[in-house]
Each structure stands twice: as structure tokens, then as C-alpha cells.
């Protein structure tokens, strides 16, 4: 799911490079859309989250929907989103392939209902179908794919080896998978912040954590079968404004409730700092735009963020 997908950073490429335990828990407080897992955290943070990361970081989005479109096979009928959440993926999807249908998956119906109401006047609703599945519960029953998308959501299955053969298996021969992840995402402090090292103590943190841990896929999608074409790490830094202030908010917010143990007050202090100078921007949303007599909002904290794309074909 492009965060479209997770709202937290990975570990990056950095991340440890093994065969996930089955039986371990590396999931992000809120956000598991390709397995039945973690339902019980609060979807409506974690979905308002994915769509600031989507807004945010929508060039990524469009960098990582390249590969696929530089790679998918021809004629195109049909693309399938696995996690899909709010839907940010299955949009783009759609427009990148006008003459394909896709089929979004999603174990948590809240999302596919955001998903459903974010189709509302794009033109795209009679070309992309909902589907609620958990796939740690089996394959979805959606037919044969023409391209097969997990975007930040393979990490979430108990078996991401058994999800990637099931795939292999959908693909039409000379399909495509595509698997994108994140890595380091973090707001960009000012130069003159007291705490600039606040990034890379958030991202250990997040490592101690087990948010978002992947490992390399490249050797899971050669063992089902497929046959690897492009391995990408685009990254960006978003400037300070509107959208990357209520971005950094958001964020800060949650790694400052879900990681406090793992922090130093130093860092929970920076993370206020964060909050603080973000909180003026944080409801800009639903604050009338002709109502001046309230302070102007004043934009200092930036985005940075990164995906990692992989893209397996499978053999003719």
C-alpha cells in the first residue's frame, strides 16, 4: 500500500536481510492491509497517515507506477492491488493503465470503504472492483493478473513466501509483481534545529521497534519462481509547506505515542518541537480558507522519504 501504503519508515535497505519468523509481529501500530492482523488500532489515524503520505510523497508513487508501466506486459487487462488501503495505489494504477481493470484487495472494509468513496469523480470507479480478503487466509479469488502490486504490505503476511508463489501462480505467463517498500522516512528539521540527529535516532528506534521489517525480496521472488528485472531506490526531500506540515504532525504524533520506550527524552523533546511548530497546520483541512483574523501558519519542517521497488516477471 502506498502510504499509500505504511505510514512509518522501514529500516531501509539497512533492514535485516533474513527470512521473517512467521510467528513474530513486526507490524506498525495501525496499519495492516494485507493480512487480518493489528484491527484493532485506531484506522482512521492510520488512514488519515497513508493519505498525507500519499500527498507528500506522491512523486515516489509516480517513480515506482514507471516501473511497472516500463515492465508490465501488453495487452494489459488486469492489475491487482494487494493492500491497497485508502486507495492512493489503485488510482494511480488505473490512470497509468487506461485500458486495464484493477482489482483492489484489502482485509479491513473501513479502508475499502475510504477506497470506494475516493473513486467518487475521478472517472475511475467503473474500472477498479473491491475485493475483501485476508491473505493470510488463502489467494483471492481475482482471476488472472496482467500485474500484481504489493505496495507496503507484503511485510504484514505470515507467510510471505506462500503469498509470493500464489502470485506467481495468478500472473499470467509474462506478468509482472511488483513490490515497493519504504525507507527512510522522517521530517527535515531546520538547519539551525537543536536536535538535527533526531532522524537517525528515529530510526533506530524504529529498527528496536520492528516497524515496517522487511527483508531484501529478491531472493523470495526468484524461489516462486519469477524472475527479477529491475531493483530501484528512489528517494525525495519534500521543502517546507501545507501538506508536509500537516504530514510531519501527524507522523511525530504517532512515533511520539508508539515509540516513547525506545527514545531519549532528548528525542521526545525534539518530537514535541515538531508538534509544536506543526500544530498551527494540522486542522488547515477543515479551517476556512477566507478566515484571516487567526495566525499565519509559518512552514519550517520539511519530509524526507524513500521507497525501494522491485519488479519480477514471470517467464513466459
Known sequence: MEPTASPHP????????????????????????????????????????LDLDAQVFGGLLDQAVAVAVEHAPTPMRTVVDLGAGTGTGSRALAR??????????????????????GLAG??????????????????????????????????????????????????APGGLLVVVEMTATSPVLPDDAAHADLAA????????????RYPDWTSYLVDAGLEV??????????????????????????????????LAPADLAALDAVLAATALTHHDDTTDPADTTGP?????????????????????
Open 229 to 262: 528485472v529491475d531493483r530501484r531506490e528512489p528517494t525525495a526531500v519534500v521543502p517546507p509547506g501545507p501538506d508536509a506540515s500537516r504530514w510531519a504532525h501527524a507522523t511525530a504524533a504517532r512515533q511520539r505515542e508508539h515509540l516513547a520506550d525506545h
Open 10 to 49: 522501514a529500516p531501509g535497505p539497512g533492514a535485516p536481510h533474513r527470512r521473517p519468523d512467521p510467528h513474530e509481529a513486526h507490524h506498525e501500530p495501525g496499519h495492516a492491509h494485507g493480512s487480518g492482523h493489528d484491527h484493532h488500532h485506531d484506522d482512521a489515524g492510520c488512514a488519515q497517515v
Open 296 to 316: 499565519t501558519p509559518t512552514h519550517t519542517i520539511g519530509a524526507r522519504g524513500g521507497r525501494i521497488v522491485w519488479a519480477a516477471r514471470r517467464p513466459r
Open 96 to 117: 497509468a493503465f487506461p485500458d486495464a481493470g484493477v482489482v483492489a484487495v484489502d482485509a479491513d472494509p473501513a479502508m475499502l470503504d475510504r477506497l470506494r468513496a
Open 201 to 212: 535516532h528515529l530510526a533506530s528506534a524504529m529498527t528496536h521497534a520492528g516497524w515496517n
Open 122 to 171: 475521478t472517472g475511475l470507479g467503473d474500472r477498479v472492483r473491491t475485493v475483501e480478503a485476508d491473505l493470510d487466509a488463502g489467494w483471492p479469488d481475482v482471476g488472472t493478473a496482467d500485474v500484481v502490486w504489493a505496495s507496503a504490505s507484503l511485510h504484514h503476511v505470515a507467510d510471505p513466501a506462500r503469498v509470493l508463489r500464489d502470485a506467481h501462480d495468478a500472473l
